[in-house]
């Protein structure tokens, strides 16, 4: 059982701007917002645990409220321990489904054509929301049959003829649902003459485990991840994430929630549009030819929080013949595994109404960006097709 106190809280100055910026309480009356849920309440809950409010379990934890906060105050993460502390998270079938996200891919990955028909069919998504209380009106991410792991072996020999070399965690929904980016990102880097390498052993990053308040094991993979990055940086000069939500986990939540200590490391620990942009400023930019589409930018909020948007702008705008729109950074409401709640449901979609009428307005060829749960939640609610920024890039390779 966690017992972790985040003590940002007490730099709090009561300026209100983070709940100007919390998606959830703009759509959601029942949610307080981040002022009240995070600093205000925590002063109340160390007093006396009886005032802890329920309504915190209406935080995405999509950490908008973290950027826009001038005190520092670890909004998100103070609402999240305090859910552990206060048994605010429900753990039930349907939390350690959706969570145990290792365990379904490799269970679900070796039926994938059946389980991909299944999970499709009507009585069988009628039968979840009902039973699980998994929405009905979710499309269910597909898996694919050959993981990445699988994949890389045949690339294996190719990798040792690279001088340099990159260490690669590919995360849970490259690897078991969609390895199409992962692919595209050992193209790109052999391209600058790098190659990459996997970790001998991966688990996942912990983000869900996190969200649906399984800290243990979520501490358990930290601490495994740790001893295989300690272990592939003697050989590979840093470790790469494509997924957002990985990186940030990875980098900042490992020792901020999780307490894993990850200092000695975690400067080698990049998002991997910003090593691939540092490389370009070195010179190191590969052959591209011209992309001749349009496409509109979805920022995701967890790479809003590390910075990163800069690096996967500089990436996208290095590609030649690309036309470029930045959508306004509003938040798409999927938060990764919030969305497919069915007493979420509602408040998902209505968060992501504004991005998906920005979409609507313009016209484009495709959709990018860099988070699969934001790309479902697009997808499922507009006409467009959403690529990652690197799938871009793999085009444009000369
Ligand atoms: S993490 Fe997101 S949903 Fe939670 S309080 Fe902050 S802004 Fe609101
Ligand atoms: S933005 Fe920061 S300082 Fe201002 S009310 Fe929110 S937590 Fe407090």
């Not at 699988?150 to 690897?175: I, M």
């Not at 272990?231 to 490992?254: F, G, I, K, N, Q």
């Not at 999780?258 to 942009?277: G, K, P, Q, W």
Request: net charge positive; aromatic share 6%; charged share 20%.
């Amino acid at each position: 059982m966690l017992n972790i106190i985040d003590t940002s809280f007490d730099s709090c100055i009561k300026c209100t701007v983070c709940t100007t910026r919390c998606p959830v309480a703009e759509v959601n009356p029942d949610y307080p917002g981040p002022k009240q849920a995070g600093p205000d309440g925590e002063r109340l809950r160390i007093k006396n645990p009886a005032l802890y409010d329920e309504a915190l379990k209406h935080c995405t934890n999509c950490k908008r409220c973290e950027v826009a906060c001038p005190s520092g105050v670890q909004v998100g993460t103070v609402i999240q321990l305090a859910k552990a502390r206060h048994g605010g998270f429900k753990k039930g079938p349907r939390e350690f489904i959706l969570s145990h996200t290792d365990m379904m891919g490799s269970l679900s990955a070796p039926a994938a054509p059946v389980v991909n028909i299944a999970t499709q069919l009507k009585p069988v998504k009628k039968l979840l929301d009902k039973v699980l209380g998994i929405d009905e009106r979710q499309t269910l991410p597909k898996y694919t049959h050959q993981t990445f792991r699988s994949w890389f072996k045949q690339q294996t020999a190719r990798q040792t003829l690279f001088e340099r070399k990159v260490s690669f965690f590919h995360g849970c929904f490259t690897n078991y649902n969609d390895p199409t980016v992962g692919k595209h990102l050992v193209a790109v880097l052999n391209a600058m003459n790098i190659g990459v390498t996997l970790l001998k052993k991966e688990k996942c990053c912990g983000v869900p485990l996190i969200a649906n308040g399984f800290f243990d094991k979520a501490r358990k993979n930290a601490e495994l991840n740790m001893g295989q990055f300690s272990d592939s940086l003697m050989d590979s000069e840093c470790v790469l994430a494509t997924e957002p939500s990985c990186a940030m986990t990875l980098r900042d939540e490992y020792l901020e929630v999780l307490h894993v200590d990850n200092h000695a490391i975690r400067e080698r620990i990049l998002f991997a549009a910003a090593f691939i942009t540092r490389e370009f400023a070195k010179g190191n930019k590969p052959d591209m030819k011209p992309v001749n589409l349009r496409v509109a930018y979805h920022s995701p909020c967890h790479l809003i929080k590390q910075g990163g948007v800069i690096h996967t702008m500089e990436l996208l705008n290095s590609i030649p013949g690309l036309e470029v729109i930045m959508l306004d950074q509003k938040c798409c409401g999927m938060s990764g595994t919030y969305g497919f709640k069915k007493e979420n449901y509602q408040t998902s979609q209505s968060i992501g109404q504004g991005v998906f009428d920005q979409i609507e307005a313009l016209n484009v060829d495709y959709v990018v960006t860099d988070c699969e749960s934001c790309k479902m939640q697009i997808e499922m609610n507009t006409p467009h097709q959403v690529m990652h920024p690197l799938t871009l890039m793999a085009q444009s390779l000369a």
